[in-house]
């Protein structure tokens, strides 16, 4: 069964932290590198974070130094920690494997909030 399922979004000033997470069922997990997206309104999918199988990370320019992805392997889980956030870090966060492609299975995703 193919499932994506993110939490821990919410609402926070700027300035706070919060932490996101992403249960991925095996077929999407497995030895793939995995990825946190997000998409603000009005605008188009944005690549935010990846992490490969063996841990080695890159992140968009607009969050580097401020975020932080991590995954476990054992759990098919991901994780997002997120550092003096801001208000354009206001956007659905999803998680998926990296790259995807046309037709991929997308989950719900998880708002995320920053107030200024």
């Known amino acids: 069964q193919v499932q994506l399922v993110e939490s821990g979004g919410g609402l926070v000033q700027a300035g706070g932290s919060l932490s996101v997470s992403c249960a991925a069922s095996g077929s999407i997990f497995s030895h793939n590198p995995m990825a946190w997206y997000r998409q603000a309104p009005g605008k188009q999918r944005e690549l935010v974070a990846t992490?490969?199988?063996?841990?080695?990370?890159n992140y968009a320019d607009s969050v580097k130094g401020r975020f932080t992805i991590s995954r476990d392997n054992a759990k098919n889980m991901v994780y997002l920690q997120m550092n003096n956030l801001k208000p354009e870090d206001t956007a659905v966060y999803y998680c998926?494997?990296?790259?995807?492609?046309?037709?991929?299975?997308w989950g719900r995703g998880t708002q995320v909030t920053v107030s200024s």
């Open positions: 998926n494997k990296f790259p995807y492609f046309a037709g991929d299975y």
């Open positions: 992490i490969t199988s063996g841990g080695n990370t």
